[in-house]
């Protein structure tokens, strides 16, 4: 195998899978080698706190072709993902669940469409699903609206079973639990070209989920994160600003209207209210001084941004 680019990176999280290790690296082996890639396995392992580094350890005895990389703790999935991808040096890479949920089986064809159809990411897509309802339902809803906000026609966002350009997995910056996302965060970076594979799918054999209820909270409230980041990330002021200039401006157009409204029917001897006995100045009241609060926050995150080191940070594809 050439040292530096194997065709095929794989990159696999995992958190407390020591019994299927064994069997995914056996089973990941076979397919590599009867369609003769050449190959990596990076395991990446999040804080495990059961004997799966052990495992790993053994595996590479065996394998020269595995990787390990080991958290001190557990940072979560995205982590996991972000420091694969940053040891990754496949031409393709393709990362998959540890649990043996995702089949290694897949990998020729999701390499396929890489190399020779072109596409920048390919999403599996576990159409029949093997989880517990509670998780396939919310799930659902979930891809319905993270593909109504992205404008990207994938059914699955979450599938741990999708397959890479090296570049692309150079190219996105995988935080907090953004792996749900990495598609959105892919076409931010300029890379469009994201088609979908219908995957199999199988339960668990061993081990439990290791995300309860709270993903779908957590889920949420990333999504709206990512879709304001692309949005307003580079120049907050365009949302803050904007809606407190708006704010301030009907505030304040609203409180000159009533003070001007009671100065007329003072010349002219009219019955008028006072302008403070009127709920309608206190309200336009709090959206001037709201207004003035959100012109702030435009305004501080945009010197933030003028201060940080990434505000420069462009993706350069090629250079000549
Ligand atoms: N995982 C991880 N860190 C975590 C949680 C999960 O690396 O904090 C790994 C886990 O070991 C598995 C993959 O992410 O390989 C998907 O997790 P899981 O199978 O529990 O998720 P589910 O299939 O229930 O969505
Ligand atoms: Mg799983």
């Known amino acids: 195998m050439s040292e530096n680019t194997p065709n095929i990176s794989v990159v ?17 082996g076979r397919v590599m080698e009867a369609h003769r890639f ?3 396995v990076i395991f990446v392992d999040d804080g495990s706190r059961d004997a799966s580094w052990q ?14 990389i080991r958290f001190r703790r557990n940072y979560g999935k995205s982590a996991a993902l972000y420091c694969g991808f940053e040891a990754a040096r ?18 020729p064809e999701l390499y396929r469409m890489i190399t020779e159809e072109g596409y920048d990411l390919v999403s599996g897509w576990k159409k029949k699903r093997h989880d517990p309802l509670g998780k396939t339902l919310p799930s659902r809803f979930f891809n319905a609206t993270a593909r109504l906000a ?10 741990g079973l999708k397959a890479y350009r090296l570049k692309v997995v150079k190219s996105v910056e995988v935080y907090g639990e953004m792996h749900r996302y990495i598609p959105i965060l892919a076409k931010w970076a300029g890379f469009r070209k994201i088609g979908e594979k219908v995957v199999h799918h199988r339960a668990r054999k061993y081990g439990v989920s290791k995300f309860g209820w709270e993903r779908m909270i957590k889920g949420y409230l990333d999504l709206i994160t990512v879709m304001f980041m ?12 904007g809606l407190g200039t708006l704010m301030f401006l009907v505030g304040g157009g609203t409180a000159i209207y009533l003070i001007a409204e009671k100065l007329y029917k003072q010349t002219h001897a009219l019955p008028l209210r006072g302008v403070t006995d009127q709920p309608l100045f206190y309200i336009a009241m709090a959206a001037v001084v709201i207004g003035v609060q959100l012109f702030l ?24």
């Open 12 to 28: 696999v999280p995992l958190y407390n899978e020591e019994e299927s290790l064994p069997e995914l690296t056996a089973w990941i």
């Open 38 to 40: 050449t190959y990596e």
């Open 55 to 68: 495992r790993v350890c053994d595996l590479q005895k065996e394998n020269p072709c595995i990787r390990g």
């Open 90 to 107: 496949g031409e393709v890479v393709v990362t998959m669940d540890a649990d043996l949920q995702d089949s290694p089986d897949e990998i």
């Open 150 to 159: 992205s404008g990207i026609r994938l059914h699955d966002f979450n599938c």
């Open 230 to 241: 692309s949005r307003f990330g580079k120049s907050p002021m365009y949302f803050f600003g």
């Open 297 to 320: 926050a435009g305004f501080l995150g945009e010197l933030i941004g003028r201060n940080s080191g990434d505000r420069n940070r462009y993706l350069i594809d090629e250079r000549l």
